[in-house]
DNA sequence: CAGAATCCTCCATGATACTG
DNA sequence: CAGTATCATGGAGGATTCTG
């Protein structure tokens, strides 16, 4: 149970799951443009990650050049709405957050 | 933004959530028992984060032995039902996942 | 008891090169 | 294009020691 959540709690997870949610199926390389910063080593390590639990599914075209496709499966966009709640609380709670750092700082100093 | 997710969905910082919201008012080395397999060091790393992100508030008392408390903000609970959702789907989809990943499995070495 | 400080290790990740 | 394989490294985190 804890591994579960360990696992789905990663950074690029969310950050693919993001992606894929929002756009539906994409190719490797349309999906390394729209996450910023990511490693063409952590993309596929991170999307057979998530297909080996479920979360993703991948198609592959007998082409050349090859075509290979990401997309959500339902479990993974019950996973999306799940995580929907801490991603409103973040936007929610951004300025109170950053205002607590802001006091942290102080008191430090002071 | 990306950061706040980055911090707040760290391991160590979902333990130490999940043990506050359930013991309410606690001492850090009954938090040092309440979270097996944490370091003195991210024990202590983590409570300051959390501190400084404001969800966690902490009261030190001038006695011989030192007591120091720990006790969620109301900004640390409303963190913690955000992540309910993500804990309730791990727990309802625990046995999918589970299935995903010995297909995955056979179909790796098939 | 509640930490701070130090040292050390190992692993996750990035960078690079190669391939079908 | 969509990877795999290999090497290098920085930093997260553990173990230990010390202190108010």
Same mark, same amino acid.
């Given at each position: 149970? /804890?591994?579960? +959540?360990?696992?789905?709690?990663?950074?690029?997870?969310?950050?693919?799951?993001?992606?894929?949610?929002? /756009?539906?199926?994409?190719?490797?390389?349309? @999906?390394? #443009?729209? +996450?910023?910063? +990511?490693?063409?080593?952590? @993309? =596929?390590? =991170? @999307?057979?990650?998530?297909?080996?639990?479920?979360?993703?599914?991948? =198609?592959?075209?007998?082409?050349?050049?090859?075509?290979?496709?990401?997309?959500? =499966?339902?479990?993974?966009?019950?996973? $999306?709405?799940?995580?929907?709640?801490?991603?409103?609380? %973040?936007?929610?709670?951004? %300025?109170? +957050?950053?205002? %607590? #750092?802001?006091?942290?700082?102080?008191?430090?100093? $002071?």
């Amino acid at each position: 149970m /804890n591994d579960i +959540i360990g696992r789905v709690a990663d950074k690029w997870t969310l950050l693919i799951l993001e992606a894929l949610d929002e /756009n539906g199926v994409v190719r490797f390389k349309e @999906l390394s #443009r729209l +996450i910023p910063g +990511i490693s063409q080593k952590m @993309l =596929t390590q =991170t @999307l057979r990650q998530m297909e080996c639990d479920g979360l993703v599914k991948r =198609t592959v075209y007998a082409e050349v050049p090859p075509r290979v496709e990401y997309e959500l =499966t339902p479990l993974g966009f019950s996973l $999306g709405e799940a995580f929907c709640g801490v991603w409103t609380w %973040a936007e929610k709670h951004y %300025a109170e +957050i950053e205002a %607590a #750092r802001k006091k942290f700082a102080r008191r430090q100093r $002071g």
